[in-house]
């Protein structure tokens, strides 16, 4: 029996010191049946030349390019590119454990759910902490008592994205929880594996430090938006 395909979004954006080792990772997973989608974000590094040196090699791998409109576009890119049936993500300054990929897919074979993910690790310099996140649980993620799981260890059936849709471009901070609260609102189950297979890399350059100030306030903004419809599902009568 063939193995459903997978399509891996990578946005990347002036990540040439860092994105050899997202597709070696890439490269090293257990699970062969993928494609990658790098979209460059209009980088002024090498952060193209370097994805296309490994794309000549490797025929899984295809790399596009945009001008510069920030991660959710990028995002959005790859959907529009992606061919799989189930659609994960890597962003280009992480990495992630070898086995992580086929354990999430084989957990979306095996359990009634249409999105799994992972815990993480995270990497500042040589050191490695590992973060305990947690699965998703709806309830307190809309009542704004947990900030929800691993957005990148997010790995989902594709259809998942036919119905909850793209990430939004407006927000350039927290489109990805912009992206789960919608996903919640849709009605998606949601499962989790308790291993660190995904890595975050922390450091000075990263969307998750420099506008962490605003991807708060933004994702405060959306829990908000979000939060009546869902109360409303959530009481209606079954």
């Known amino acids: 029996m063939s193995m459903p395909l997978i399509s891996v979004m990578m946005p990347a954006w002036n990540a040439s010191w860092f994105i050899s080792d997202a597709i ?41 390019q945009i001008d510069h409109a920030g991660c959710p576009s990028a995002r959005n890119k790859c959907l529009e590119i992606a061919t799989g049936d189930i659609i994960a993500r890597l962003d280009a300054d992480d990495t992630h454990e070898p086995i992580r990929l086929e354990s999430q897919v084989q957990y979306l074979l095996d359990c009634d759910v249409d999105i799994v993910t992972c815990e993480m690790t995270w990497l500042k310099g040589i050191v490695k902490l590992q973060k305990h996140v947690g699965a998703m649980d709806i309830d307190k993620y809309m009542a704004g008592e947990s900030n929800g799981p691993v957005c990148a260890s997010t790995v989902a059936w594709s259809r998942v994205y036919d119905v909850v849709g793209a990430f939004k471009t407006t927000q350039l901070a927290g489109s990805d929880g912009d992206w789960n609260f919608r996903a919640v609102v849709a009605g998606m189950r949601w499962g989790h594996l308790p291993y660190h297979w995904y890595n975050q890399r922390r450091h000075a350059g990263q969307l998750s430090q420099s506008m962490r ?26």
């Open 24 to 64: 070696k990772s890439m490269q090293a997973q257990t699970y062969k049946d993928w494609q990658l989608i790098i979209v460059d974000d209009g980088s002024d590094d090498l952060t193209k030349e370097i994805a296309q040196s490994h794309a000549n090699n490797d025929s899984r791998i295809i790399v596009d």
């Open 213 to 238: 100030g605003m991807q708060r306030k933004t994702h405060e903004e959306a829990r908000a938006r979000y939060k009546e419809q869902y109360e409303s599902l959530r009481d209606r009568p079954r």
